[in-house]
């Protein structure tokens, strides 16, 4: 069955540093992942995908992740983070052949001036 | 642009009143998901659905929760009795079937049953 794991539910970084948010899958299959975003009172959106084309993902607002079979990972950068990054992020797996998604359980990211 | 409407985005109740969500997905998706969301649980899906058809619902009590889609352009979820354990924020995402599992989510409906 797939899965995600999302490394730590705070992080937090100065303005301006980089940002690592770390997610693990786990897949019998090739996976499609996925990393939405959520700000705050808002529904989930979508930052990027994976599909199995390029292997270095790069989705909105700066944001990419790169996919490493060998690692089973698919962790989200940024090379210079924006107050306004502030968010809860998570980390999904579509299902198999559903269109279900799995989702970790969030990493809440924090921007400091 | 196109994005997924629900109604009401806040709703207060008591122990034992109805409620209904309403979701309006994207024109022209096939398939809609319901979640609920709290600190303690996180994003759990309660229904999903595929060209109307209900496909999974297993993460929804049976017992007082029902969802449904009477047409295309319109999903419901319904809580009757409701409890204060169901205070939640409940989002509806639609998307296309076999698309890579891209959803477009709600701005949700804020749940609090006093």
């Known amino acids: 069955a797939q899965s995600v794991t999302q490394l730590g539910s705070h992080v937090s970084v100065s303005e301006g540093a980089l940002v690592l948010l770390r997610c693990n899958y786990s897949s019998s299959v090739p996976p499609y992942l996925f990393w939405y975003v959520q700000y705050p009172n808002q529904g989930l959106q979508l930052l990027l995908k994976y599909t199995s084309a390029a292997t270095l993902v790069k989705g909105i607002n700066g944001f990419e992740a790169e996919f490493k079979k060998s690692e089973t990972s698919f962790h989200l950068t940024k090379p210079s983070a924006h107050m306004s990054d502030a968010a809860e992020y998570f980390c999904?797996?579509?299902?198999?052949?559903?269109?279900?998604?799995?989702f970790g359980t969030g990493t809440r990211l924090q921007v400091f001036p | 642009d196109a994005r997924v409407t629900q109604t009401p985005r806040h709703k207060v109740t008591e122990m034992g009143q109805e409620v209904t969500m309403r979701c309006q997905p994207i024109?022209?998706?096939?398939?809609v998901f319901w979640y609920r969301q709290t600190m303690m649980q996180g994003l759990e899906l309660l229904a999903y659905?595929?060209?109307?058809?209900?496909?999974?619902d297993s993460g929804m009590p049976k017992d007082r929760f029902s969802a449904e889609m009477p047409d295309a352009t319109l999903a419901t979820l319904k809580i009757q009795p409701s409890e204060p354990r169901d205070s939640a924020v409940y989002f509806c995402?639609?998307?296309?079937?076999?698309?890579?599992?891209?959803?477009?989510f709600g701005p949700g409906t804020r749940l609090t049953v006093l």
């Open positions: 999904a797996v579509s299902e198999g052949n559903t269109d279900k998604l799995i």
């Open positions: 995402a639609s998307g296309l079937a076999f698309e890579a599992g891209e959803q477009f």
């Open positions: 659905f595929r060209n109307r058809a209900p496909l999974d």
């Open positions: 024109l022209g998706h096939n398939t």
